[in-house]
């Protein structure tokens, strides 16, 4: 008897986009969260665009680790670009003028993982870290306040430093070459993190920069470092949190 030959159920593009979309929920929560524990956001009426907000940063997050690990057709993308865009399109029309703003200048991040950077994508990493670090944060914190404190600002300013060196050979490939450039990078984050958080939860996050500057010189595939990166921002926002 003839065996039937059956599809395979296992989608191969799905599985590979397992891991961006675990992640960008993870890091579309640390921007939401930031807003919560470090400046008492409020809920009430502003829900509906806090709800906006955070699926805007979901798919910008989803489609920027996508283009940096296993780079998906167009004709799986577009629709949720055009989701993003029509978020901003939305807040214009309920007069949230800055959010929409706001969102909009985080797009170059995604933009620029379509760009040919040749393996340095600076400029991807710097966007890529203030706006999970600083414009998203402040944009849910502004939502609910209508304005920004100082202290505020300056954690936010810690967490995307903090981001753009645990995601250094993330955006920037070709990382040997710079390699003193992200222990740089290290020293000024943690001296900047000095006037802001306790001593001890620098320290750790400085033994977690050393830790990082050695894998970023290992050859692991870009999800193993993904991981790496994402422990090391979670950690750090654990030690700031108590």
Request: glycine content about 4%; aromatic content about 14%; hydrophobic content about 60%.
């Given at each position: 008897?003839?065996?039937?030959?059956?599809p395979?159920?296992?989608?191969?593009?799905?599985?590979?986009?397992?891991?961006?979309?675990?992640?960008?929920?993870?890091?579309?929560s640390?921007?939401?969260?930031?807003?919560?524990?470090?400046?008492?956001?409020?809920?009430?009426?502003?829900?509906?665009?806090?709800?906006?907000?955070?699926?805007?940063?979901?798919?910008?997050?989803?489609?920027?680790?996508?283009?940096?690990?296993?780079?998906?057709?167009?004709?799986?993308?577009?629709?949720?670009?055009?989701?993003?865009?029509?978020?901003?399109?939305?807040?214009?029309?309920?007069?949230?003028?800055?959010?929409?703003?706001?969102?909009?200048?985080?797009?170059?991040?995604?933009?620029?993982?379509?760009?040919?950077?040749?393996?340095?994508?600076?400029?991807?990493?710097?966007?890529?870290?203030?706006?999970?670090?600083?414009?998203?944060?402040?944009?849910?914190?502004?939502?609910?306040?209508?304005?920004?404190?100082?202290?505020?600002?300056?954690?936010?300013?810690?967490?995307?430093?903090?981001?753009?060196?645990?995601?250094?050979?993330?955006?920037?490939?070709?990382?040997?070459?710079?390699?003193?450039?992200?222990?740089?990078?290290?020293?000024?984050?943690?001296?900047?993190?000095?006037?802001?958080?306790?001593?001890?939860?620098?320290?750790?996050?400085?033994?977690?920069?050393?830790?990082?500057?050695?894998?970023?010189q290992?050859?692991?595939?870009?999800g193993?470092?993904?991981?790496?990166?994402?422990?090391?921002?979670?950690?750090?926002?654990?030690?700031?949190?108590l």
């Amino acid at each position: 008897m003839n065996k039937l030959n059956l599809p395979d159920l296992k989608n191969k593009i799905d599985q590979k986009t397992i891991l961006p979309a675990a992640l960008s929920v993870v890091f579309s929560s640390i921007s939401w969260y930031f807003s919560y524990h470090f400046a008492s956001l409020r809920l009430g009426s502003t829900v509906p665009t806090q709800i906006l907000l955070f699926l805007f940063t979901l798919m910008m997050v989803f489609v920027t680790f996508d283009r940096l690990t296993n780079k998906s057709s167009l004709r799986v993308l577009l629709p949720l670009i055009g989701i993003t865009l029509a978020i901003v399109v939305v807040l214009l029309l309920s007069k949230e003028l800055v959010m929409a703003e706001l969102c909009l200048l985080t797009l170059v991040t995604l933009l620029t993982t379509f760009m040919n950077f040749k393996d340095v994508n600076a400029v991807g990493l710097a966007m890529f870290s203030t706006s999970i670090g600083v414009i998203l944060p402040v944009a849910f914190f502004y939502l609910s306040n209508r304005f920004v404190s100082g202290y505020f600002l300056q954690v936010c300013i810690g967490l995307a430093l903090v981001l753009s060196v645990a995601f250094f050979d993330i955006f920037i490939t070709n990382v040997k070459p710079y390699h003193w450039v992200l222990a740089g990078l290290s020293v000024i984050t943690a001296v900047f993190l000095l006037f802001t958080f306790h001593a001890w939860a620098v320290l750790v996050t400085f033994v977690m920069f050393i830790i990082n500057w050695f894998i970023a010189q290992m050859d692991l595939k870009i999800g193993i470092k993904l991981l790496v990166s994402t422990i090391i921002i979670l950690a750090f926002i654990i030690l700031i949190s108590l």
